[in-house]
């Protein structure tokens, strides 16, 4: 298995829109809108991969300098419960750890509370209704400490 950044508009990110559609969408009766989608070429977009076959993604918009949000994330049927959500959201906090960004904001179901708690992000607010169903606001700080002392 690869982690990969997944180019916009390529072969990749067409299996990445399947994957999304197919995990995050179309179990609710919907399927991606063109507002789900407005701006994603400004946006970065990961995923696992095995052999070609995409197994999982996210997508990341940068909000500024320093915070980004993590968005649409979306494992396999045929792979989740398998760490597959936990290595490629710890892949991703790597490299945008790298690319300077110091806090992940997100959105995250509220099937999803205990995923993202165990990774380490914390509740802030109250939970919400985004798209038909119960979402509550998370985020993690990303800074690497040694980068304080530079």
Request: proline residues 3%.
């Given at each position: 298995?690869?982690?990969?950044?997944?180019?916009?508009?390529?072969?990749?990110?067409?299996?990445?829109?399947?994957?999304?559609?197919?995990?995050?969408?179309?179990?609710?009766?919907?399927?991606?809108?063109?507002?789900?989608?407005?701006?994603?070429?400004?946006?970065?977009?990961?995923?696992?991969?095995?052999?070609?076959?995409?197994?999982?993604?996210?997508?990341?918009?940068?909000?500024?300098?320093s915070q980004v949000r993590l968005?649409?994330?979306?494992?396999?049927?045929?792979?989740?419960?398998?760490?597959?959500?936990?290595?490629?959201?710890?892949?991703?906090?790597?490299?945008?750890?790298?690319?300077?960004?110091?806090?992940?904001?997100?959105?995250?179901?509220?099937?999803?509370?205990?995923?993202?708690?165990?990774?380490?992000?914390?509740?802030?607010?109250?939970?919400?209704?985004?798209i038909g169903i119960p979402h509550?606001?998370?985020?993690?700080?990303?800074?690497?400490?040694?980068?304080?002392?530079?």
């Open positions: 298995m690869e982690f990969i950044e997944i180019v916009f508009d390529s072969p990749m990110y067409q299996a990445e829109l399947e994957l999304r559609n197919s995990i995050l969408r179309a179990p609710l009766g919907l399927a991606l809108s063109v507002e789900d989608l407005k701006n994603e070429e400004l946006q970065l977009h990961f995923g696992i991969v095995e052999s070609d076959t995409l197994l999982a993604c996210l997508v990341i918009k940068p909000i500024d300098q968005r649409q994330m979306a494992v396999a049927k045929t792979h989740q419960g398998k760490g597959l959500g936990s290595l490629l959201v710890s892949q991703t906090e790597s490299m945008l750890r790298a690319r300077g960004f110091n806090e992940v904001l997100l959105h995250a179901r509220q099937t999803a509370i205990g995923f993202y708690q165990h990774l380490g992000y914390s509740i802030s607010g109250e939970l919400f209704t985004e509550i606001n998370m985020n993690k700080a990303i800074f690497s400490p040694a980068r304080l002392i530079d």
